[in-house]
């Protein structure tokens, strides 16, 4: 297979600490036929003395600019000098992998694309965490749009007669979003570069973490420069919603209220509603899926927040910003992750275990893990430092594309002699939790499972708690716990879950009970999942395929129809204190979501359940006012 000529644009400014480290990663890469151009823009630092040392290598073409321009005119001067038939761009503090352009070819070759595109590990004080190029659970141009990475340009490769249409605009921050947008739109095919990464180094003076500016406000020309060149996509109400949303919404979420000064913060919400106001921001369903993601206090602040700055408001905006920020600084969210956990804490623990006698009923613990290294000491701590003696620890990897295989040998070969822990690798994703759940239990040997997914936290007695009415009762196939919702720090974000699973009113959940499984579903689950998440359960072992196997066919309502099945053979159990912590990522939650797909799958659920359980005329009135409210809420027509 021919290997076409690729250029790499490398803007430098200022750039000293990091520039050595991006240069060899590109001189040094599998693929061979690259030229790298790179583009001085009158740097005040040694940047300029550095790039001597590559003066005279053959594939590095260094252009000099006569005063500083902006990183735009450099990457406009290094596409008009490039000879190759791709172009890649990469900032001069950022470096990638040997084979990174090898990989991004080899994709585009096989799928026989205009781009290739791949996942970001943003490095911060040498941690590194993975940012997925793409949203949901496929990768298609709407998933890879709804996401904040879409209009960066250097994690991509694109074909030099897709990229050069458009001009960067020249003095303008975000300047990326005008062209790459309408580049990815216009592609005639997209390829994903799987097991690679472009490595993103976060930094205090670079554009994107310094204070906010009027320069900010560039992103509405970007945005709407970008919606102009789009607006002939038969998908273009959905890809402006999004690009509204990751683009413009998270600055009023997230990047003004950081500015301190009221009165400033003032002018800053004016000018962003004079900017804002012809997208109808809050009619966008992202913004209202995000409010749905929060906490009810939070979610009251942010609806009062928009409400205020749409009608013009904006000293009641600042004031109520500064009011949330003092309220948040009085009671400051609770932390109730145990942090700076060492390998000697892990031992402890399991020698603690250890030192116990097997329990009457027996606990096998399952942790599924999908590029959680990062959650893996914690969740091994909540485990290990449970009051009830687990039976066995089963770890699944399905992999990970992170350090978390590396991670789980060191900690099973520490911890083997005082527990019975068990690593089982995939060689292949399997894409299912499913099918890893069944795993798990094909594995488990205890009694009940407890499925401890590999990014949540718990309580020291969630399994004691949980296993107590089973004691007294045999028949209990499932119990489970009142659930809190924390962020990726730990904080809790929401206190108990119960507001959120009790919409019909019941108050069920207000003590402990131990109810008939049918009777459980008859009265409350056959309308939404009432169990948030399978962390807070411990489920009687046994054989659940045919269960887990309808399952897999849902995206999003799966584990519903799982607890379901369950509870049509036993009794379950609910215990009303929050021993489970269940950790939502990042800001933007409703990218993990396809809303019609969601309410396709809540309908067909009803109708698994209207066949399989004995339900009423009212049952289904009921189930019908529940889809119609959904689809009010997420604006959804029939």
């Not at 490769?157 to 739109?185: C, H, M, Q, S, T």
């Not at 000064?261 to 800053?268: E, Q, S």
């Not at 009011?323 to 969210?333: C, L, M, N, R, S």
């Not at 290990?384 to 039976?391: D, E």
Request: with cysteine.
């Amino acid at each position: 297979m021919n290997k076409p000529k690729i250029s790499v644009i490398v803007a430098v400014y200022n750039t000293e600490k990091y520039l050595e480290k991006c240069l060899d990663s590109l001189i040094n890469q599998s693929y061979n036929n690259i030229e790298i151009i790179v583009v001085e823009d009158c740097s005040t630092d040694k940047s300029k003395d550095l790039l001597q040392k590559y003066a005279n290598n053959s594939k590095i073409k260094i252009i000099y600019n006569d005063q500083n321009r902006g990183l735009s005119y450099a990457r406009n001067v290094g596409i008009k000098e490039s000879t190759g038939s791709y172009i890649g761009f990469i900032d001069s503090d950022d470096y990638v992998d040997l084979n990174y352009y090898e990989n991004l070819m080899t994709a585009i070759q096989n799928k026989k694309a205009d781009i290739a595109i791949c996942d970001i590990k943003v490095v911060t004080n040498g941690t590194e965490l993975i940012s997925k190029c793409y949203s949901g659970n496929n990768f298609n141009l709407l998933n890879v749009i709804n996401t904040g990475l879409a209009a960066s340009a250097c994690n991509k490769l694109f074909k030099k007669d897709i990229i050069d249409k458009y001009k960067f605009a020249e003095g303008k921050i975000n300047e990326d979003i005008a062209v790459v947008i309408p580049a990815l739109v216009n592609a005639k095919k997209i390829a994903y570069a799987e097991d690679t990464y472009y490595y993103y180094i976060q930094r205090g003076g670079s554009i994107q973490n310094s204070g906010f500016s009027d320069k900010r406000f560039d992103i509405f020309y970007g945005v709407s420069t970008t919606l102009e060149r789009i607006k002939k996509h038969k998908k273009y109400k959905e890809l402006e919603e999004a690009l509204v949303y990751n683009q413009l919404i998270v600055l009023l979420i997230y990047v003004i209220p950081k500015e301190k000064n009221i009165l400033k913060r003032r002018k800053i919400l004016k000018r962003f509603n004079e900017l804002s106001s012809k997208y109808h921001i809050r009619q966008n369903h992202f913004y209202w899926d995000f409010l749905m993601s929060c906490g009810k206090k939070h979610r009251i602040y942010y609806k009062m927040l928009f409400k205020l700055n749409c009608n013009h408001m904006y000293l009641l905006s600042s004031l109520l910003i500064f009011i949330y920020d003092a309220v948040k600084t009085i009671f400051k969210e609770k932390n109730v992750i145990k942090k700076d956990i060492t390998m000697q804490d892990l031992i402890s623990l399991a020698i603690s275990q250890n030192q116990k006698a097997i329990p009457k009923i027996k606990v096998s613990v399952i942790v599924p893990n999908y590029n959680y290294s990062k959650y893996m000491y914690q969740r091994i701590y909540s485990i290990l430092n449970q009051t009830y003696k687990i039976y066995e620890l089963i770890i699944l990897d399905d992999c990970s594309k992170d350090n978390s295989r590396e991670l789980l040998d060191k900690i099973a070969k520490k911890l083997k002699k005082y527990i019975n822990i068990k690593l089982i690798y995939n060689e292949q994703n399997s894409g299912s939790a499913f099918k890893q759940w069944k795993k798990g239990m094909d594995n488990a040997t205890g009694d009940y499972v407890w499925i401890a997914e590999a990014d949540d936290y718990c309580e020291p007695k969630l399994i004691s708690s949980l296993i107590k009415p089973c004691l007294q009762n045999p028949n209990i196939i499932i119990s489970y716990s009142d659930t809190a919702f924390i962020n990726a720090d730990g904080n809790i974000i929401m206190k108990s879950v119960i507001p959120e699973i009790d919409i019909q009113k019941t108050n069920h959940w207000r003590k402990n009970y131990v109810n008939n499984g049918l009777n459980e579903v008859e009265n409350y689950s056959f309308l939404n999942c009432t169990i948030a998440n399978v962390s807070s359960t411990i489920i009687k072992n046994g054989k659940y395929d045919k269960y887990l196997s309808i399952s897999g066919n849902y995206r999003q309502a799966g584990d519903w129809l799982f607890y379901i099945n369950l509870m049509k053979n036993g009794d379950v159990a609910f215990n009303h204190k929050v021993l489970n912590y269940y950790r939502l990522h990042g800001n933007n939650v409703s990218a993990t979501m396809n809303h019609k797909n969601h309410i396709e799958e809540i309908k067909n659920i009803h109708k698994y359940i209207l066949n399989e359980f004995n339900l009423s005329k009212k049952h289904r009135l009921t189930m019908q006012k529940r889809i119609n409210f959904l689809k009010k809420s997420w604006h959804i027509k029939n």
